[in-house]
């Protein structure tokens, strides 16, 4: 028994050192160039690996999109290598948190994946990923969808981590990085950059500065680029006991001329239509990065659910109230600068949530503060300085 347990490791220690490279044997995949090509009956995707990945391919409808799970991966690809061609409309691709990574194929019609293999490269620069992709009927691709044992391993791993409970009197603040990984979120018009990358610098000047703050113990929902569903964010304010829940953006616009922060809470009804249609697009993250829409929970019909909704409803309103205030006269604001419409990650019935628009990418004075170290630094002391504002009020009024 103990010498077949010391022959298998012994075996295992070998296969480790003789690896290729000697590599470690969790460094990540690298995917170092891709083609497509193809019409809109077939398609062909190539994705060139510097080692062997491990793939899964599995379906999700409305709309039709083929999911490739790799394990962690560097995309380093240009833009136009996986430009969407043929039958695919939008290729995504990034990291999915938990040490996985992801490529969506947003297919225009329903579509089969008909040859799904994995070549060595003649030249032993790697292994290439090739992923034929054929035009089916709305049957077939509904019988692939039944067909598929898939159980959704990517939203389970993130949210069983063990959370230590806060400390008695502890204010605890969740400060939410919009987007990430595989949902870069809105594209700067000028700079290119990633809304996700400016809003996780922005939280992670703000986790800092409310951290200084006497009594609050402030977090953040993810702190490096990976994917998050908005349920998890919820759920991840809720295990830490989270007091508020801070989701940060800076999304874009058509219209180029708006310019301003705005601060969002919830509602069922949007205030207008530039808020209905942020949250339109803000709630489609997790269609972006290929999960599959699962129903909301039924709403439980109990008065204190309800009342506890009502409730932390009306802190919310104080919270986007107190930092419209500190906002005013220091830094830009949209017009009507509380809105409130039906974000999903806004949906915790018992945290007090706000999502805050910092500017938009897509106008060029705000692009360039949204980048702008000072500029943040100065908005995170303006927001600690609301959050301190709503705090005196909250316990003001027995809350
Ligand atoms: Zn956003």
């Not at 908005?230 to 007091?243: S, W």
């Not at 989701?247 to 209905?276: C, E, F, N, P, W």
Request: a negative charge.
């Amino acid at each position: 028994m103990l010498s077949a347990m010391m022959r298998h490791c012994l075996l295992l220690l070998f296969v480790l050192c003789s690896a290729p490279g000697a590599q470690a044997a969790d460094a990540p995949l690298l995917a170092y160039g891709a083609r497509i090509a193809g019409d809109d009956a077939r398609t062909r995707v190539v994705i060139d690996f510097d080692k062997k990945p491990v793939f899964f391919v599995h379906y999700v409808a409305n709309p039709a999109r083929v999911i490739v799970d790799l394990p962690e991966t560097s995309f380093g690809l240009k833009p136009e290598d996986l430009a969407a061609r043929g039958l695919f409309s939008e290729i995504r691709y990034g990291a999915m948190g938990a040490g996985s990574s992801r490529v969506v194929l947003t297919a225009k019609k329903p579509v089969a994946i008909t040859v799904a293999d994995v070549k060595a490269d003649e030249g032993g620069r790697g292994f290439r990923l090739v992923l034929d992709a054929e035009r089916v009927t709305e049957e077939r691709f509904s019988r692939l969808i039944e067909e598929q044992k898939w159980t959704g391993t990517v939203t389970a791993t993130k949210t069983d981590r063990v959370v230590e409970p806060p400390a008695a009197g502890e204010f605890v603040i969740a400060v939410d990085a919009g987007h990430g990984g595989i949902d870069t979120g809105a594209i700067g018009t000028d700079t290119k950059m990633e809304e996700k990358s400016v809003t996780l610098a922005f939280a992670g000047e703000l986790v800092a500065t409310l951290n200084k703050e006497a009594g609050v113990k402030a977090f953040l929902t993810r702190e490096k680029d990976e994917f998050l569903s908005l349920p998890e964010r919820v759920q991840i304010a809720r295990q830490h006991g989270a007091n508020l829940f801070i989701s940060v953006h800076a999304d874009t616009l058509k219209q180029h001329d708006i310019r301003g922060a705005t601060v969002y809470t919830i509602s069922d009804k949007a205030s207008d239509h530039l808020a209905a249609n942020l949250a339109e697009r803000e709630n489609l993250s997790d269609e972006i990065a290929g999960m599959t829409l699962t129903s909301e929970p039924a709403e439980v019909a109990d008065i204190l659910i309800d009342l506890t909704r009502r409730e932390t409803q009306a802190f919310s309103v104080n919270l986007a109230r107190s930092v419209v205030s500190s906002f005013e006269g220091q830094i830009n604001l949209i017009n009507n600068p509380h809105r409130h419409a039906g974000f999903r990650v806004l949906q915790a019935p018992d945290v007090p949530s706000i999502l805050l628009e910092l500017g938009f990418l897509s106008n060029k004075q705000d692009e360039k503060l949204l980048v702008d170290p000072v500029w943040r630094k100065k908005v995170a002391g303006l927001l600690a300085g609301a959050v301190r504002a709503y705090r005196g009020g909250s316990v003001a009024n027995g809350g």
